[in-house]
């Protein structure tokens, strides 16, 4: 599986990007797509996730901020981020946990830089 992510860039606080992560070469089963970001210094923390049956969670940093979303036709992947802050610049990861010969594989992307300056 190849993920593309992209809709990175640099916003001020209080404004929006929406984030995309396309998806080819396989046609396992999609069980999960998450939105993970990394800040500089931080580890990677999980923002959202979406069940192939559409069930969605959030951290409790984004919760009603941000947006998690698929297209069914196409796979791809969104997160509809609104009212930015500082606090959640940071390299945003797309990732596909996929079921491939009975056991769920993780697969990620390679990034997209979202700046949010005050």
């Known amino acids: 599986v190849q993920l593309q992510a992209s809709g990175g860039g640099k916003v001020q606080a209080g404004g929006s990007l929406r984030l995309s992560c396309a998806a080819s070469?396989?046609?396992?089963?999609?069980?999960?797509v998450g939105w993970y970001r990394q800040a500089p210094g931080k580890e990677r923390e999980l923002v959202a996730t979406?069940?192939?049956?559409?069930?969605?969670k959030y951290s409790d940093s984004v919760k009603g901020r941000f947006t998690i979303s698929r297209n069914n036709a196409d796979g791809t992947a969104y997160l509809q981020m609104n009212s930015l802050r500082p606090e959640d610049s940071g390299i945003y990861y797309c990732?596909?946990?996929?079921?491939?010969?009975?056991?769920?594989?993780?697969?990620w992307g390679q990034g997209t830089l979202v700046t949010v300056s005050s």
């Open positions: 070469g396989s046609n396992a089963m999609l069980i999960l």
């Open positions: 990732n596909h946990n996929r079921l491939i010969e009975d056991q769920i594989q993780p697969f």
């Open positions: 979406i069940t192939a049956g559409g069930n969605t």
